[in-house]
């Protein structure tokens, strides 16, 4: 809301008949009577709305997400204002003004199928209300996130400011190859599912792919220093001791346990780690 010679002014807001609007329009359901009383005075309040495809609920005749702008609670530095949903299927609807990226306080890691990935989020929570950070995944790309896993939240209390962690575990026959949806959401209303109002905070739409898991183990032989996949090895006189080193890589994208070395011709192997990581 801003004012200029004496006169009060806000954004545009979309007032459908029939659509409850929390703190700006009501329905009786009796009657089916939609009320507006704010509207005579343009003191409508700003919302910040998502930009997932409109399949998954975007839109506010879809009853998509949104959340009525106020002072203190937001996700990362910056939030800014639509008049509606802005579905997009790279999920940068509402990025696209000379307003900043307001898309910017989440950070999305590799997620590899079956295993934990932490998802960091930056909050802003000066209110002295506990608010509640819901991050929402769809992994099998079914426009939902119904299924088991899609939907993890966390406790942000009041006056905290800093990163929140949620831990997310992508189940192993998650959708491959293509771009998945994310949604994130924080506010001091309990309960909130992926889209529907909220009476203050912010939503945060983003995309993201999934690697599958990839065990994968690399074993260099060594002949007395040289390696034994060459044509040619040492030179060695009669009686010299022969001593086999192995180095044991792994060239995998998770880490590895149990680790056990046999050579067909000497043997097992003493192993210095039976855990592995990546590289």
């Known amino acids: 809301v801003g004012t200029g010679d004496g006169v009060v002014t806000s ?6 008949a029939g659509v409850e609007l929390p703190g700006v329009q009501t329905v009786d ?8 009383p704010s509207i005579d005075f343009g003191l409508v309040a700003e919302a910040d ?6 399949n998954y609920k975007t839109l506010l005749v879809d009853n998509g997400a949104y959340h009525v702008i106020v002072p203190g609670l937001k996700i990362g530095a910056v939030e800014d204002a639509e008049i509606n949903g802005q579905p997009s299927g790279t999920a940068t609807g509402d990025d696209s003004g000379a307003a900043p990226d307001d898309e910017d ?15 960091n989020v930056n909050v ?32 942000v209390p009041a006056a905290t400011t800093g990163v929140i962690a949620l831990t997310f ?3 192993v026959d998650s959708k491959l190859d293509a771009d998945l949806d994310a949604r994130f959401r924080l506010s001091t209303d309990v309960n909130l599912g992926s889209n529907g109002p ?3 905070g912010e939503v945060e739409d983003y995309l993201l792919r999934l690697t599958p898991v990839n065990p994968d183990v690399e074993v260099t032989k060594y002949t007395n220093g040289f390696d034994a996949d060459n044509s040619v090895g040492p030179n060695l006189l009669l009686g010299t001791p022969v001593t086999w080193t192995y180095i044991v890589r792994n060239t995998g994208n998770v880490t590895l346990t149990n680790v056990m070395l046999n050579d067909d011709k000497a043997g097992a192997a003493t192993c210095p780690s039976t855990t592995l990581s990546v590289g």
């Open 11 to 16: 954004k545009p807001f979309v007032l459908e």
């Open 29 to 36: 359901s009796a009657t089916g009577t939609t009320t507006n």
């Open 49 to 54: 709305w998502g930009d997932l495809p409109a």
């Open 105 to 119: 306080g989440v950070s999305l890691p590799g997620f590899i199928t079956g295993l934990p990935a932490i998802v």
């Open 124 to 155: 802003v929570n000066t209110t002295t209300k506990q608010a509640v950070l819901y991050g929402f995944i769809d992994f099998n790309g079914d426009f939902d996130f119904n299924d088991p896993g899609e939907t993890v939240t966390a406790t």
């Open 169 to 171: 575990t992508p189940p």
């Open 198 to 200: 909220a009476t203050d």
